[in-house]
C-alpha cells in the first residue's frame, strides 16, 4: 500500500495567492514525521517543513505552514503569498521508528506561480 | 557549510557498462542515505549507512547494485551491469541523528545524479 499519498500532479496558483498542496499517509506507528520538500528546476531537494506526529501545534516557516489533521492522515502544505520562485516539485515525505530511518516519498505535485 | 554533494551530475551509458556514483555527505553527518527516482514514479529509499556499515540496504533493486562507504565519509554506489531500468535520478541524502526526543531530524539531499542507460 502506499505510504505517502498526493493526489495533485499539478497545480496553478496566481501570483500572491495562497495555494494548498495535499498529501495523506497511511501509517499504524504512533512514532512518525512529516516532512516536504521542494525541488526547483535546478535538481536539488530543499527541505521545507516538519511536522512530528506528537506535536500539538501545526508547523509552520515563513510562509509555509503544515495542516497536520492527524485523525484524517493528512499534512497539507499551505504556501501564502506565492511567489514566481515557488514554481517547482513539492514532495510530501514521511519516515517512521518502526521501519527505521528511509523517507517514504509521495509522487510530487507539480506547482506553477501565474504572474 | 557545505551542503550534500552527488558526482557525476548526469551520466549516460549503454546497457551492460558500469557505472559509480558518488555521494560527498555533510561534514560530520554519520547516516548516509541513497534514494532513486525513476521517471513518473515516487522516490524510493535504497539503503542507509550509519557511518561505514549498512544499517538497512532492503530497497536496493537486486545483486547489480553495490554501495559502499569506506571510512565512513563519501559513499559510492555501483551499477554493474546497467540495464535499462535503472535510469532515473538517484539521490543521496545525509544527517547527524535520526530520531531523538520524540522528533526526527530531517536528511539534507544532494542535487542527484541523472543516470539514463541506452
Known amino acids: 500500500a502506499q505510504k505517502i499519498t498526493q493526489t495533485q500532479p499539478g497545480m496553478f496558483v496566481q501570483e500572491k495567492e495562497a495555494v494548498t498542496l495535499d498529501c495523506t499517509y497511511d501509517?499504524?506507528?504512533?512514532?512518525?514525521?512529516l516532512f516536504w520538500y521542494k525541488q526547483p528546476s535546478s535538481g536539488e531537494m530543499i527541505f521545507l517543513i516538519y511536522?512530528?506526529?506528537?506535536?500539538?501545534q501545526n508547523a509552520t516557516e515563513g510562509r509555509y505552514s503544515l495542516n497536520f489533521q492527524k485523525a484524517r492522515k493528512s499534512a497539507n502544505l499551505v504556501i501564502s503569498a506565492s511567489q514566481l520562485g515557488d514554481s517547482a516539485m513539492y514532495f510530501c515525505?514521511?519516515?517512521?521508528?518502526?521501519?527505521?530511518?528511509?523517507?517514504?516519498f509521495g509522487t510530487g505535485t507539480s506547482l506553477t506561480v501565474i504572474p | 557549510e557545505a551542503g550534500v554533494t552527488q558526482f557525476p551530475s548526469h551520466s549516460v551509458i549503454e546497457k551492460g557498462q558500469t557505472v559509480t556514483l558518488r555521494c560527498d555527505p555533510i561534514?560530520?553527518?554519520?547516516?548516509l542515505y541513497w534514494y532513486r527516482r525513476v521517471m513518473g514514479k515516487e522516490i524510493k529509499f535504497l539503503l542507509h549507512?550509519?557511518?561505514?556499515?549498512?544499517?538497512?540496504e532492503s530497497g536496493m533493486p537486486n545483486n547489480r547494485f553495490l554501495a559502499e562507504r569506506t571510512g565512513g565519509t563519501y559513499s559510492t554506489l555501483k551499477v554493474q551491469p546497467a540495464e535499462l531500468e535503472d535510469s532515473g535520478v538517484y539521490f543521496c541524502?545525509?544527517?547527524?541523528?535520526?530520531?531523538?526526543?520524540?522528533?526526527?531530524?530531517?536528511?539534507?539531499f544532494g542535487p542527484g545524479t541523472r543516470l539514463l542507460v541506452l
Open positions: 541524502a545525509s544527517s547527524q541523528e535520526s530520531w531523538a526526543a520524540n522528533s526526527w531530524e530531517t536528511q539534507y
Open positions: 501509517t499504524s506507528d504512533p512514532s512518525y514525521g
Open positions: 511536522q512530528g506526529s506528537y506535536d500539538q
Open positions: 515525505a514521511m519516515r517512521e521508528v518502526l521501519t527505521g530511518n528511509q523517507f517514504y
Open positions: 561534514s560530520g553527518h554519520d547516516n
Open positions: 549507512f550509519v557511518k561505514e556499515s549498512k544499517q538497512d
